[in-house]
């Protein structure tokens, strides 16, 4: 594990440690990131000293990449379950709280000369190097960012009191352990990760493609694949599988 008290991203970090050969596991956590970054390059807006702020380098088989961000928002989840909060993801990796951020999981995979390797088991034609960002919000304060992250919250918030960080951390690396433990013995998070979707059974519209040439497509969310795609259904019934895009689920009246 590596800890810094500021840095730009931790991603950033962590694809130059992985570059220098560093091991499937390891671990950058930063008190404050100056350019941290969420989905779709956005940004990822924190306080010093406030949250978890971290990104995991692994080095899983290539057949197991798909699983990785659903194991980090169970992850994610796991922390809100052990502070006595009901969390659920936003298909395919927000943790929210009634409707709420709470956390948000990004994910990059690389080969070849960018992916460095450790020389060791965990290298190889068939293994990829992915790095998975978490910035989960601990004492972030959601009334006081109502601009930067509007409709957000923090374990503080829901929890009523002042959260310790460092057994968060604690928290969050031992269920992702547990979690990357289970598929790389041959086991699956999809079953659990689709049991926490709060996506499911709603209707929504995703906005895919790039700024200026993207395309819509609404539907009833029906279900999600074995490989993590959501499943929209339109007015035809027809069924349409959705690897990536922005989702925006339609309130409930």
Known sequence: MHHLSVTTSTMDVA???????????????????????????????SASGQDILCSVLLRPRVALAGELLMLAAL??????????????IKWPNDVQVAGKK????????????????????????????VVIGIGLNVNFDPAKAVVEAPNSTSLAAESGRHVD?????????????????????????????REKLTTLGREVTVVGGKPGDSTELHGLAHDVDSIGRLIVRDEHGRDW???AGEVTVKDIK
């Open 15 to 45: 694809w130059k440690l992985a570059r220098e050969g560093a091991p499937d596991g390891t671990v950058v956590v930063a008190d404050h990131q100056s350019a941290g970054r969420g989905r779709y390059d956005r940004s990822w807006e």
């Open 75 to 88: 992850a994610v989840v796991n922390v809100a379950d052990s502070y006595e909060i009901s969390a659920g």
């Open 102 to 129: 709470l956390a948000g999981v990004i994910a990059e995979s690389r080969t070849g000369p960018d992916a460095g390797s450790d020389g060791g088991s965990e290298s190889g034609p068939d293994r990829i190097a």
């Open 165 to 193: 960080r460092s057994h968060v951390l604690e928290t969050l690396m031992c269920s992702l352990d547990t979690h990357y433990s289970l598929i790389t013995a041959g086991g699956t998070v999809v079953s659990t990760w």
């Open 241 to 243: 599988p959705v690897a």
